[in-house]
């Protein structure tokens, strides 16, 4: 079993986190996907998996959460997108396939993805 | 739902909605009996003898009792087609454990599917939930328990990118090594 040598990494991980995690949990970057029962029927999960994909593949530091049900069943899966400072946008009907563009236009070059986005919430966060 | 994993974690979901802050998790493929048995089991608050009785009918259950809708009759039904049965055991704030039988080789018996995805979705919730998740498949074991890794990872969130990517390839490398014909284990 490679069970110890995966504890001594969580060990290293721990060490390298603590230098900077501060930093990240003010201003950084955070993905909630909707993850009751009409979004896992409606794919997402996959998207969810999707997600931490292409963050892994494109060295994008940001913090990703599940949440259950909020209510709007219909448009699941439901993304939304909060960063520092910037309003929190709601993305719907997301598929697996969406989220490679999702993360590019939004996170990279910082613009919301007007078509699939149905809300924004103005949000505090980072904002001295 | 095309997997079983998408039923476990709804039923993970229910159990994270219930306020559990532990959930077991066990898969038992037992080829040779030909017996697939899924135990979940919470500390979550639990539910009476009468709400037991009506959980799993999806025309009775009301919105405002949240944490039980549609999933655990789905999760019934591809339990019964499979000649096996969904059994609840629950007590008000106690928790609440789910045995879910299959015959592992019946036609209708949907495969297990992605678990490492399914258990990321909780480990990632907002809220903080520990997993403690054993899959035997035979004579083989993987075992995963957030409790331990928490333990080592001290004031560092499960959400932060590298113990998540830790969290995620140990899951599935986990899974493959019970998948493997020849383990050297």
């Known amino acids: ?128 | 739902m095309r997997e079983l994993s998408l039923h476990v974690l709804d039923a993970l979901e229910n159990s994270v909605e219930a306020g559990a802050t532990r959930i077991e998790v066990g898969i038992n493929e037992d080829l040779k009996a030909d017996r697939m048995v899924i135990e979940i089991a919470d500390n979550g608050r639990g539910m009476s003898k009468e709400f037991v009785a009506r959980v799993l009918n999806p025309f009775v259950t009301t919105r405002t009792t949240r944490h039980v809708g549609l999933g655990l009759p789905l999760f019934v039904a591809a339990a019964r087609r499979c000649d096996g049965d969904l059994v609840i055991d629950s007590e008000p704030g106690k928790g609440t454990r789910l045995t879910i039988t299959f015959r592992h080789s019946h036609i209708d018996r949907a495969p297990l599917g992605d678990m490492p995805s399914a258990l990321m979705a909780i480990l990632l919730s907002e809220r903080p939930v520990d997993l403690a998740y054993t899959h035997r498949v035979d004579g083989r074991e993987f075992q995963l328990d957030s409790a331990e890794v928490r333990q080592e990872l001290g004031d560092i969130p499960l959400q932060y990118p590298k113990v998540r990517s830790w969290l995620l390839e140990t899951l599935c490398e986990g899974e493959a090594s019970l998948r493997a014909s020849n383990s050297n284990d």
């Open chain 1, 1 to 128: 079993m490679p069970k110890i040598k995966s504890l001594e990494e969580l060990r290293k991980i721990r060490e390298d986190a603590q230098k900077d995690l501060r930093i990240r949990t003010e201003t950084g970057t955070r993905i909630i996907v909707g993850m009751g029962t009409c979004g896992i029927a409606a794919g997402a999960r996959d998207v969810m998996h999707a997600i931490l994909k292409e963050l892994e593949h494109r060295d994008i530091e940001a913090h990703v959460e599940t949440v259950g049900c909020i209510g709007m069943c219909a448009k699941e899966p439901l993304v939304d997108i909060e960063q520092a400072g910037k309003p929190r946008v709601t993305y719907a009907n997301i598929t697996p396939q969406m989220v490679s563009r999702l993360i590019e236009e939004h996170l990279i070059n910082g613009r919301a993805v007007q078509e699939w986005a149905i809300g924004r919430l103005d949000t505090t966060k980072g904002i001295q």
